[in-house]
Each structure stands twice: as C-alpha cells, then as structure tokens.
C-alpha cells in the first residue's frame, strides 16, 4: 500500500508571473499525514537564458542575489520541462495512491505554474491543497506567534522549512 498523501512542491521560477514566467528549479517531498517523509525528488529546468536575464530583476532579486546567481548557474546542467514533469509524475505513480493532495507555502502559486507547464502532473493532482500559509496568517495575526523560517529561495530548503512550520503550529493542537 502506498503511505504518501502529501506532495510537498517548492518552485523557483523567474518570477511571479505564470504567464510570462517559468520554472527553474523543482523539489518535491512525498510525506503522510503525520508529517513523515517518505521520498524527495529535486530537478533543475533548463530555461531560455534571454528570458532569465530580463525577468530576474528588480528589489526582490536584488535582496536574493546569491540565490539568484546559483539558480543562473545551474541552468545548464537542467532538463527540459516535460522531462521534469515525466520524472515527477514517476515519482508520485511510484509513491502516492489515488489521492495527492498538494502541500506547501502559497501552494496555490506554485500550483498556477504547475497548470500551465505541467499540465498531466497537474490533472493528477487533488483539487484541495494544504498551504501553510493560511496557518501563518492565523497564528501571526490572531495569536501574535510568528515561526521564523529561513528564506534560502531554493526548492529543498523551502519544503523543509514549510514541513517545519507546519509541524510548529501543529504542537499548538496537543
């Protein structure tokens, strides 16, 4: 029996925009619903370097210039996106059942990316999400607890920190 029902995504893109925007970096944590993790899957996406150039500027990539700079050098050692999204979907058919329910911070940006380039990974996924930040939102404003995540913008270390987040928040229902 499969145990994953979480698919825990963090993307690095070039910016916000799903429109003019695209994917760099991809990470992935399958866990249950009790926060373990049971696989991850990283990959770098090969992106158009004209396009990374003119849409990674601005205060954001300036305040993340490190961040930005390696996402810059890895791109060429990255595969395409369907490559990605074939590896992905391999990846939850090996590990998750039926139901896979998206889970991150601002999930539903991430998931807005994910509709337009990886359209079957997308069909695959359930409609419901678990976004982390809703919990924030909650905690912060409501209970002035506020959980201090590092800000690396990289995938894998992203996922970690939202798994740990969650987990925070979670030790507040026992």
Partial sequence: MKKAKLLWVDLEMTGLSP???RILEVAAIAT?????????????????EELM???????????????????????QSGKAISEVEGE???FVGKYFGKTIYLAGNSIHQDRK????????LDKK??????????????????LNKKF??????????????????????LTFLK
Avoid: C
């Fill in 19 to 21: 429109v003019k925007d």
């Fill in 32 to 48: 249950d619903m009790k926060l373990n993790e049971i696989a991850r899957y990283e990959a770098v996406v090969k992106v158009d």
């Fill in 53 to 75: 150039k003119s849409r990674m500027v601005g205060d954001f990539w300036d305040k993340n210039h490190t961040s930005r700079d390696a996402l810059i050098a890895q791109n």
């Fill in 88 to 90: 992905i979907i391999d």
């Fill in 113 to 120: 990316f994910i509709e337009r380039e990886m359209p079957e």
């Fill in 125 to 142: 996924l359930h409609y419901r999400m678990l976004d982390v930040s809703a919990w924030k939102i909650y905690f912060e404003n409501a």
């Fill in 148 to 169: 201090a995540k590092p800000e690396n913008h990289r995938a894998l270390d992203d996922i970690n920190g939202s798994i740990e987040e969650l987990k925070w928040y």
